[in-house]
């Protein structure tokens, strides 16, 4: 049973997140980047830097999602 489904915003094609983080001949990619199993299109994972407040509030950086060349 899958734990995380996901949807590729290309294609919409709906599959687990462990197809996404595989390339198309089977090899593993790297941390952050995802690849949909059916169209091939990638993206990366970035994170901004943290805010540090005076008050000693940390604010996460705001996520990004980047499209990047695909990998086979």
Same mark, same amino acid.
């Given at each position: 049973?899958?734990?995380?489904?996901?949807?590729?915003?290309? =294609? %919409?094609?709906?599959?687990?997140?462990?197809?996404?983080?595989?390339? $198309?001949? @089977?090899?593993?990619? #790297?941390?952050? *980047?995802?690849?949909?199993?059916?169209?091939? =299109? %990638?993206?990366?994972?970035?994170?901004?830097?943290?805010?540090?407040? $005076?008050? @000693?509030?940390?604010? #996460?950086?705001? *996520?990004?999602?980047?499209?990047?060349?695909?990998?086979?």
């Amino acid at each position: 049973m899958p734990w995380m489904l996901i949807t590729c915003g290309h =294609c %919409a094609h709906t599959a687990d997140i462990n197809a996404f983080c595989s390339t $198309p001949i @089977g090899g593993k990619l #790297p941390k952050d *980047i995802y690849q949909c199993p059916a169209c091939n =299109c %990638a993206i990366q994972r970035r994170m901004a830097p943290a805010t540090i407040h $005076p008050s @000693g509030w940390v604010e #996460p950086g705001k *996520i990004t999602l980047e499209p990047i060349a695909a990998r086979l």
